[in-house]
Structure formats: C-alpha cells, structure tokens
C-alpha cells in the first residue's frame, strides 16, 4: 500500500486519531475535550473545548520562536510599481495596533467587520486583527458591486466597515470610497463606522461622522494581545454564490481551520517553512483567505501578495518575473490565468527570459482544468501541473494529488483523488452510488473534515438544506463527476444554478432576479455557457412583456448595464437574446439544463415533461442570431 492510500484509509477509519495528530502543530492556550463532536448531526464539531488564537498562531508564535525578521509577506504591485516586504515582527506590530483601532471603534469578540479591500497589506492586517480579537471578518470581493455588498451588510450586521480609497485594476484606478458609500445607504443594517485606508493614487473624501482614516485609527491605538477563543468560534464568514440572489454565508471555525490548513501545506502542497509561496488570487476569494493568508503564514512560509494581472501588468511574463524574482517554490491559481498568458503568449517567449530553477510546482483550481491549458503549462514549465478540486464551502481541496505525501502519476483532466478526510463518493439521483466510469453527483461522505464549514451564517436551516438534506448522510457539493477505472476522480462541472467565469464563481439565479426586474422584461433564464477563455460565460434569454417600447437592442443593453451595477463587471454578462416563450415543463420550470446545452451546441434529447417542443427550435434560433462562436474566441 502505497503512503497517500495508507493515510487516506486511515482518515477516514480513525479521522479522531488522524486529525488529534495533526493539531498537535497547532499552540492552544486550552486542549481540547475531543477530536470531532458528532452529537448533534448534521452538524458536526471539531477540537471542542480547545482555546486557541488563529492570529497567535499565524503571527506570534512565529516571533517567539526565531522567524520574526523573516518575510511574512512579499507585495507585489506592478500596478501602482510598489514591492515591499514585510516581516513577520513588523506584521504583528501593525497587526496588533489595527487590532486595537478596532477596539476603539467598540469590536469586541464576536463582533462582523466586512473588509471591502483591493490586493494591498492592509487587507490582511485586518483580517489578522480581527482574529486577534475573536471578532469575526467577512471579506466581499472589490470586484461586486455597491448593491451585492449592500447584501452582504445586511447579512452579517458589521459594527466596522474597513475599506481603502480605491482599488487598480490593470490600468484603471476605481474608487472604492462612493461604492462603499452607495453600499452603505442601500443597506438596512446601519453600520457605525467605516475605517478607510488613503491610498496615495486615489484618496477619498470622508465623512467625520462615520468615517475614520485608516492612519488616524492605528495612531490613536495600542498595541493588542491576542484573545482566547474557543476551537469552535468563527474566524470568519465568506460569502459565496449559490442558486438565487441571496449568497450563503459560509462560517470558518478557528480550531478545525487552523489545523487543517497547516497540515494542507506539507502534505499538499510539499512546502517547507521558510518557502516562498504564492496564490494568485484575490483575498476576497477562499483561495485568498486559505492561501495568501491563512495557511502560508500558519506554516511560518513567506507569502505573496500580488497585486496585478497574469497578463497586460506589464506582459504575459509577469508570472515569470514574480516566480523568478522572489524565489517562489509554489504557485497556486485558476486554470483562466494559464489560458489569459497563453492567449498573449502562445510560445513561452516571455517565459524564457527567466530563471525559474527554484520552481517547484504549479497547482490550479477554481475550475475545472482543461486538457489543453493543462498540457501546454506542464510542456512550458517542465514542473508537477496539479489540478485540485475545492471549493468555499470546504475551505481547502477536496481532491489532490498530495505531492508531500506521495506523488501520483497524473491525468490529465483530473484533480487526481480524494484528500484525507474527505469521502467522495458518486451517486445517481436516487442515492445509488455508481460504478466507476459512470457519471453522477458528487457527494461526500459526513463528517467533513476540520476546516469545512460548520454551518452558515445564522441560518442552520439553509445550511441543511443546500447541502446535507439533499441525500441524507451526505454533503451535496453541486458538483456532478466520475471514477475513472483507476479511482481518479473527475469534476465536470456544477449541476446546479452555479457557473464559473474566469475562475469567479457567481450565480446565475442572481443574474435572473436583477434583469426581471427590469420594467419590459416578462420573464428570464440566465445559462453558463462555455467559453474558451473564461471557462463559462453567462447568456440570457428574456421574454418582453406586451407592448414594450424600446428596441430590443435597447433593453439588452440596459440589461447588461444592470448587471454590471448590482452585480459587477467580474459577471461579465454581455450576450442576451428576446425570445418569444422559453421551454418549460408542464408544470412550468424553466428547462435551463436543455437551454445550456442548445447554446453550448451539444447534442440534446428534447425532455419527456416538456410543454411544447417548438420553442426548442426558436431557442436555437436565437443561439444562431447571438453569434456565441464567435464570443467563443
Ligand atoms: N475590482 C473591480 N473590478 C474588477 C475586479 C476588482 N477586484 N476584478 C475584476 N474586475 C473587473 C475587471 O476590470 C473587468 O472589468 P471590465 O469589464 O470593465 O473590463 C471585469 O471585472 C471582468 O474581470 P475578469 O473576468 O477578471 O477579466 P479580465 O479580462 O480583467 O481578466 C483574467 C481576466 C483571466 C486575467 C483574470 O480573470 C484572472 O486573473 N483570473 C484569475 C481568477 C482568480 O484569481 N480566481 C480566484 C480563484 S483561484
Ligand atoms: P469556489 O467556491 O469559488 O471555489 O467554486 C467551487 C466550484 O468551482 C466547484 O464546485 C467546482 O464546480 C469548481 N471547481 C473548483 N476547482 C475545480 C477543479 N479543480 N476542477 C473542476 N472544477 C473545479
């Protein structure tokens, strides 16, 4: 038997004994009762009764034991020409005085504070200062719009909001201050204070009333001890997109997180403390929050923090530069940013004018990794190409090859097999678990292992719901999937109202309730369509109510603009067609599978409950009248 079985097996025979070994790297302040907590499932417990502190552990610790004049974190910022390291020591100091800026605000333990930030220090001082104070983060992406982070307040009821006067993306510079202003008024909850970091490129006008400079708030603090807090309090919420306009608020616990991401970071990733490592994500995003901050500085690595694009800041080699000029040993990001460098730079020329000797391995996720990006990155780079599978809700992959364990071949198309912890099984629609080689829904087996989502934010109904009330024993990840003939598994795609663009996970339900409420429009459906560069790409299809007036070009264009104001430009909706009726069932639900397959122009069998088959035929119409080849490229 080889290791990677052997652990595996053992995870899931005795996870109480597999996961209490792996929190002995973890400091607590208080050891925990037991290991996993089942009494009360579907929701499951884990280290309950240990006290710990996830910033103690990710920062002070460190100093104490020698690594505080090591970097912590390396920023990178073409866009604005900025490189700056921070140590470990340096980190904590700022970290405790924002955490005592917070104090003085009033956050106390248990306290929500959005951080709506782009890719700078600050992003990650926040986070690290809530932490430190038990209060509990909730990042929003700087790329939603004021109404979807308006949502967001209204959901997790922050005391603090803490923001910066803009973000730059590429060569735009975005205010961030008149969204967050915009957000603010939109939302019902009254947030008491927002805390804003001047950014010399864009400093924003504040209000004295409820805003406080970021500079003014550190001065006024002191420096702040790190909390007890319980393994089983949240560390934070991340709100994530799920079938309709209302995102779900995925929890973190302390405890299990700080664990299980120390643990990913040897038997995953096969870092070393010390190593450079660098996700190329956004800290608005679970990859962000897991690993640019939480698990590389868990595991006393130096970690990047670029700020910039994987291609345009300033080329297709920007990549390269940072992996070269830093040392970085890891790089982790989504399949889209392999696709966007080989789009401008087909050949590697930019690639060759570095040297990447200390280049250990790429890992991507986000979605899925297709055969072409995979086999023209692992050709350039000449390293491991390992695609995982995760996502928000688990915090950490699901699936891997576990190169610290042992190093499987790799297939192409695969994110190789389940992690420890995690039992993935394939299942039909009745709950029978297929035959490898057939294709079903991916679940996996209760409990999750530590770091998953306990529940969501104040709603444990949803939280059944979405996910273990749908087959009774299980987590229903809205992944559909196979078992190849060696125990590889394989992720085709979400089966639900998810798409994935550019590696953004949004939902397409979201999309639908903002353009229904467009004055003509009588009824929509929104479908992921894919796309060679983005991975998917959202299409809508609109009925007009009788007697519209405008053109319908018109009205497409202000559906777009919608959807770019209450959703963002990350959903990248720019392709809608009218239509005179869309396919229903008899009992009236939209066919939105049979529609994704007529745009995506694959061959589909016209459903039994269908009401009139005709208007398959019209749609097709409409698909040809879009032109979605030709978006395609
Ligand atoms: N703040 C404000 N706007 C943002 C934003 C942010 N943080 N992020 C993206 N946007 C905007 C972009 O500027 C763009 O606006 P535009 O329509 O006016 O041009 C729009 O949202 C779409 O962005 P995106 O889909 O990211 O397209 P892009 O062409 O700017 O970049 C990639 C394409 C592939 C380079 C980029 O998507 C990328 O690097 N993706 C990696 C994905 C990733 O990190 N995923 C996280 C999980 S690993
Ligand atoms: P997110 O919550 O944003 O991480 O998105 C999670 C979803 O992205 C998953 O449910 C999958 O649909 C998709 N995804 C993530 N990683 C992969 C992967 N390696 N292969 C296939 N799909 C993936």
């Not at 990650?124 to 790329?143: D, E, Y």
């Not at 550190?218 to 309709?244: F, M, N, Q, R």
């Not at 060759?352 to 990006?373: H, N, Q």
């Not at 809205?478 to 939902?507: K, T």
């Amino acid at each position: 038997m080889g290791k990677y079985e052997e652990a595996y097996l053992q995870s899931l025979a005795d996870p109480e004994t597999f996961w209490g070994n792996a929190a002995g790297a973890i400091q607590w302040y208080r050891k925990y009762d037991s290991v996993l907590d089942d009494s009360a499932q579907p929701f499951y417990k884990w280290f309950t009764g240990g006290e710990l502190n996830t910033c103690y552990n990710a920062l002070d610790y460190h100093v104490e034991t020698g690594r505080g004049d090591q970097t912590a974190i390396i920023y990178d910022s073409p866009v604005t020409g900025v490189i700056d390291k921070i140590s470990y020591r340096a980190l904590l100091k700022k970290v405790s005085l924002f955490a005592g800026a917070l104090k003085n605000e009033g956050v106390v333990k248990g306290d929500t504070v959005i951080i709506y930030m782009p890719m700078i220090p600050e992003a990650v001082v926040a986070m690290l200062a809530c932490a430190r104070i038990g209060a509990v983060h909730s990042v929003v992406f700087g790329g939603f719009a004021p109404n979807e982070l308006a949502i967001r307040i209204d959901d997790a009821k922050p005391k603090v909001i803490v923001s910066a006067s803009c973000g730059i993306e590429g060569k735009k510079t975005i205010p961030y201050k008149p969204l967050l202003d915009r957000a603010v008024d939109t939302a019902k909850h009254k947030v008491a204070r927002c805390i804003i970091y001047q950014r010399p490129q864009m400093e924003a006008a504040l209000n004295p009333e409820h805003d406080i400079a970021w500079g003014d708030a550190v001065a006024k603090a002191s420096e702040t001890e790190c909390l007890h807090v319980l393994a089983t309090d949240p560390l934070y919420v991340i709100y994530t997109s799920g079938s309709t306009g209302m995102p779900k608020g995925v929890v973190r616990d302390n405890g299990g997180h700080a664990v299980a991401l120390k643990w990913s970071m040897k038997n995953i990733y096969n870092v070393e403390p010390g190593d450079v490592f660098w996700a190329a994500s956004d800290v608005g995003w679970v990859v962000g929050h897991s690993y640019i901050v939480y698990a590389p500085l868990l595991y006393g690595c130096t970690t990047v923090l670029y700020e910039g694009k994987p291609v345009g800041t300033p080329d297709p080699g920007a990549f390269w530069r940072v992996i070269s000029e830093h040392g970085v040993k890891t790089l982790f990001t989504a399949p889209t940013a392999f696709r966007a460098i080989k789009k401008e730079d087909p050949e590697g020329t930019h690639f060759k004018k570095y040297d990447l000797s200390g280049f250990k391995s790429l890992f991507l996720a986000g979605e899925r990794l297709d055969p072409d990006t995979f086999h023209w990155a692992t050709n350039l780079l000449h390293k491991p190409v390992v695609d995982h599978w995760w996502q928000t809700e688990t915090g950490w992959p699901i699936a891997a090859n576990c190169m610290g364990i042992e190093q499987l071949p790799i297939k192409a198309g695969s994110p190789t097999k389940p992690v420890p912890g995690y039992d993935v099984k394939i299942i039909d629609a009745n709950g029978v678990e297929q035959m490898n080689g057939e294709e079903g829904i991916v679940v996996i087996k209760l409990p999750l292992p530590p770091g998953t989502l306990p529940t969501l934010w104040n709603n444990d109904m949803k939280y059944r719901e979405s996910y273990t009330d749908v087959f009774e024993g299980y987590y229903f990840t809205g992944d559909g999937g196979f078992y190849d003939e060696d125990g590889y598994l394989y992720i085709m795609g979400r089966i639900d109202d998810v798409i994935n663009v550019a590696g953004h996970r949004l939902s397409t339900g979201a999309m639908e309730e903002v353009i229904s409420k467009h004055p003509d429009v009588a009824e929509c459906a929104v479908v992921g369509v894919a796309d060679d560069f983005k991975g998917q790409l959202p299409v809508g299809f609109v009925v007009l109510k009788e007697g519209a007036a405008k053109a319908n070009d018109a009205i497409i264009a202000e559906l777009v603009q919608m959807i770019r104001d209450q959703i963002g430009a990350v959903a990248c909706f720019r392709q809608a067609a009218v239509v005179a009726r869309l396919p229903k069932t008899r009992s009236g639900k939209i066919l939105r599978g049979t529609m994704r397959k007529i745009t995506d122009g694959e061959t589909y069998s016209v459903p039994s409950t269908i009401d009139d088959p005709a208007i398959l035929k019209e749609i097709e119409e409409a698909v040809a009248s879009l032109g979605i080849a030709a978006v395609k490229k």
